[in-house]
């Protein structure tokens, strides 16, 4: 086994929970092993000369539905990381109740060396090398790392062009991506943050906690974070801290007390400064007086009542975990909690709510959005927001009675719950 395989990795754990729980152990093994991964090469011309790239897709379990999961481009993307990210994605549909199993893909390019005519050729040769594997019922991709709306639109365009012989309907072929701008969904873009809030509103009630008195930090203040910390202030939260790649925010009193952020405030700021780091100014557009710098490391360490890592993986460790002093951490981002530093937290006390099922409202909007290509509607945002909402708590309350039940932590139960729905 190679040590360094997060794959591996990834299902140790899971076989961990399984021999806990006496999951049957052959049912288990068969359903960590991805069903396929796919690796293509995909040529594309750049400066008149041939070169090729390495394409991905592992489809990882569809017990429950079809293969369902982002495709991203990165340089590190690999044929191990799809197969460890497929895995978790089988892990939060199935956490979230949805009828989807999970997949990963990729293509290992540095994106940004890529002019835009040379990045629309990559995505639509990905799309000619994969086509027959994917459809409406087979597999269903999305965004990730580095792919937006306008990349999934001109998969889109390319897949419906590969549709010659009329397998699928003009309907079928739009389900067959989400996170599209043409025949998108209205609050896709805010379902992950929000489907966040809506589990911390949970947690808040589960734990009487009063939002008031309740300060948060959060790390990362991109897609995730931003409607994150815009829901939770508008749900009556203390946001005290925020932080992107250059560093972070925080406003104190004279006494040093935490003041809370006004995120609007904030994010004008860092849509005019470029960052956050530009914001702790004297006075200006972005009246952030009083405020003060602090580095991401310290954002992780402040005394706050929750933690929101929401922005990369792996950001607490064996190096940083003593000094963490929230009480709460809910995971929006994907693994930015070691799994040897979350059985440490856990230990002292720390109410973990984990990625696969505080971030799955992002997955969960793209099912509407399949269920309303494939309904030939568009339903109105206020709508997909409310039901959104209904998703995550049912999500939430199945996990937390499990734990009740099994006398354990939610990133146990979240595994348990996701376990016993794919292997029924
Ligand atoms: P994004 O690119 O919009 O934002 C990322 C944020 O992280 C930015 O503010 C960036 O400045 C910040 N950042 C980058 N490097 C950093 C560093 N070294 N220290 C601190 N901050 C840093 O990405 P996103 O869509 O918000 O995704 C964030 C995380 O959430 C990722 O782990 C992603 O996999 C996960 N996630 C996203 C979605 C979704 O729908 N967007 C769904 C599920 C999970």
């Not at 990905?126 to 001109?154: F, H, S």
């Not at 209205?186 to 309740?214: C, H, Y």
């Not at 929101?308 to 003593?322: R, Y």
């Not at 959005?369 to 568009?378: D, H, P, V």
Request: glycine share 8%.
């Amino acid at each position: 086994m190679d040590s360094n395989s997060i794959y591996q990795k990834s299902r140790e754990e899971v076989l961990e929970v399984g021999e806990k729980y006496n999951l049957a152990e052959e049912k288990l093994e068969e359903f960590l092993e991805p069903d396929r991964v796919l690796e293509v090469k995909i040529p594309i011309k750049i400066d008149n000369e041939l070169v090729n790239f390495r394409g991905f897709r592992s489809q990882h379990n569809n017990n429950l539905g079809p293969y369902k999961g982002g495709l991203r481009f990165h340089q590190n993307v690999n044929k191990d990381e799809v197969m460890a990210l497929s895995l978790w994605m089988s892990l939060k549909c199935a956490v979230a109740g949805l009828p989807f199993g999970g997949g990963k893909g990729g293509i290992a390019v540095d994106p940004k060396q890529l002019s835009e005519k040379e990045l629309e050729s990559l995505s639509r040769e990905y799309v000619r090398r994969v086509y027959e594997i994917l459809g409406p019922q087979k597999d269903v991709p999305a965004p990730d790392v580095n792919t937006n709306p306008k990349i999934i639109d001109w998969m889109v365009d390319e897949y419906i062009k590969l549709n010659k012989n009329g397998e699928y309907k003009t309907n079928e072929l739009y389900a067959t991506f989400t996170g599209k701008s043409k025949k998108g969904l209205a609050g896709r873009t805010e379902a992950t943050g929000f489907g966040g809030v809506a589990v911390l509103k949970r947690i808040a009630e589960k734990l009487k906690l009063d939002p008031q008195n309740t300060t948060i930090a959060i790390m990362g203040f991109g897609n995730v974070g931003y409607y994150f910390a815009d829901f939770a202030s508008k749900a009556g939260f203390k946001v005290v801290a925020v932080s992107d790649s250059k560093g972070g925010i925080i406003k104190r009193d004279a006494k040093g007390n935490f003041i809370p952020l006004d995120i609007p405030l904030v994010y004008d700021c860092k849509m005019e400064k470029g960052s956050l780091n530009g914001c702790y100014c004297a006075g200006g557009v972005c009246d952030m007086r009083g405020g003060q710098m602090i580095t991401n490391e310290e954002l992780l360490q402040l005394p706050v009542d929750i933690l929101v890592p929401a922005a990369l993986e792996n950001v607490i460790t064996e190096n940083n975990m003593q000094n963490i002093k929230a009480k709460i951490i809910v995971e929006m981002a994907n693994g930015p909690v070691t799994p040897k530093a979350s059985h440490y937290l856990i230990k002292r006390g720390v109410f973990i709510t984990p990625d696969i099922l505080a971030n799955s409202g992002g997955v969960a909007a793209s099912y509407i959005e399949w269920e309303q290509n494939l309904k030939g509607k568009t339903y109105k945002k206020e709508d997909v927001l409310k039901r959104l909402e209904k998703m995550m708590k049912e999500a939430f309350e199945n996990v937390w009675n499990t734990a009740e039940k099994e006398n354990t932590n939610l990133p146990e139960a979240s595994y348990l719950v996701a376990l016993k729905r794919i292997l029924k």
